[in-house]
Nanobody
Framework: VQLQASGGGLVQAGGSLKLSCAASGSGFIIHDMGWYRQAPGKQRELVATITQTGSTTYEDSVQGRFIISRDYAKKMLHLFMNNLKPEDTAVYYC???????????????WGQGTLVTVSS
């Protein structure tokens, strides 16, 4: 199982970006998925999550600006980021809780991270 994140870049404040995360491989079930971010000098923090049934949660500072979604058939996760602010600058990581066929435990997998830079 591998997660590949993409879509980061440089954008001006007030702009928008779409992040994507593709899960590759076979023989597994994806449960909850989420986006995390880590700004320079700070700890990694949760940005948004989406369950297997589509329920979503957001960190307070992104509520109303970011939208998380997933494409079950394509095994992809997206984060639509609108009205970006300089404080959104961070490396964004996708994560997925996965159970491999024949097993019962869930294992968290991480993407490699994609850098989002918001200029003022």
């Amino acid at each position: 199982v591998q997660l590949q994140a993409s879509g980061g870049g440089l954008v001006q404040a007030g702009g928008s970006l779409k992040l994507s995360c593709a899960a590759s491989g076979s023989g597994f079930i994806i449960h909850d998925m989420g986006w995390y971010r880590q700004a320079p000098g700070k700890q990694r923090e949760l940005v948004a999550t989406i369950t297997q049934t589509g329920s979503t949660t957001y960190e307070d500072s992104v509520q109303g600006r970011f939208i998380i979604s997933r494409d079950y058939a394509k095994k992809m996760l997206h984060l639509f980021m609108n009205n970006l602010k300089p404080e959104d600058t961070a490396v964004y990581y996708c994560a997925a809780d996965i159970t491999r066929w024949g097993r019962t435990n869930q294992v968290r997998y991480w993407g490699q991270g994609t850098l989002v830079t918001v200029s003022s």
